[in-house]
Structure formats: structure tokens, C-alpha cells
């Protein structure tokens, strides 16, 4: 069993920056790729990003590439994800999840098997 909890958002003018966290229990994160993901008022969960069990390979929805990136520290449980340049059609409750174990990265939610609980994120014009 894995949990995971995010942290770090908030609000934020247009053009701000925000980075979440989501830490992991147990002893498997190594071994899980792990996502992000938001869903905004009245729509479907999006994918945002995602980052494979090294670190080494990262995936990024157009909307966001150039301006968010993931990133994960392995010694520490912990993903990341630091969102520069921040624009009102960002806001949304911001969620990670992790794949199953030893699965590749995915940019659909399907194959995650643990996710957070959220961590709303909102940015003012």
C-alpha cells in the first residue's frame, strides 16, 4: 500500500510560481513511475506530467511544457512538481499518482494505481 499526500498549492497572480511536493509511504516509490494530473471545475482529469522510476525521462502535456517540470528525489520519497509562469487556466486541484511498479510512465491516468488526495491550485488574473 502506498500513500501519497501533496502539498504546496495555493494562490498565485498570473505569472507567479508554485511548486507542490508529494511525498510517498512505503517502500516502492523507486520502483513506480509517478504522475501529475489536475482536474478544473466541470471537466475531466487532465495529464500533466510524468516522470519515469530514474528521473531520466520526463513527459509533459502541451499545455504546460516550457514552463512546469517534474521532478522527483528517490532518497526522499518525493516528487515534485515546479510550475513557473503560472496562468488562470492552470487553476485546478493538482493531484500525483504513482504507477504500478515497474510499469512505464503514462500519460493517461488509467495505469496509476495510488493517488494523492489534491492540493488545489488557483491563480488570479
Known amino acids: 500500500q502506498v500513500q501519497l499526500v501533496e502539498s504546496g498549492g495555493g494562490l498565485v497572480q498570473a505569472g507567479g510560481s508554485l511548486r507542490l511536493s508529494c511525498a510517498a509511504s512505503?517502500?516502492?516509490?523507486?520502483?513506480?513511475?509517478m504522475g501529475w494530473f489536475r482536474q478544473a471545475p466541470g471537466k475531466e482529469r487532465e495529464f500533466v506530467a510524468a516522470i519515469n522510476r530514474s528521473g531520466d525521462n520526463t513527459y509533459y502535456a502541451d499545455s504546460v511544457k516550457g514552463r512546469f517540470t517534474i521532478s522527483r528525489d528517490n532518497a526522499k520519497n518525493t516528487a515534485y512538481l515546479q510550475m513557473n509562469s503560472l496562468k488562470p487556466e492552470d487553476t485546478a486541484v493538482y493531484y500525483c499518482a504513482a504507477e504500478r511498479s515497474w510499469y512505464a510512465a503514462s500519460v493517461v491516468p488509467g495505469p496509476y494505481e495510488y493517488w494523492g488526495q489534491g492540493t488545489q491550485v488557483t491563480v488570479s488574473s
Open positions: 512505503g517502500r516502492t516509490f523507486s520502483s513506480r513511475a
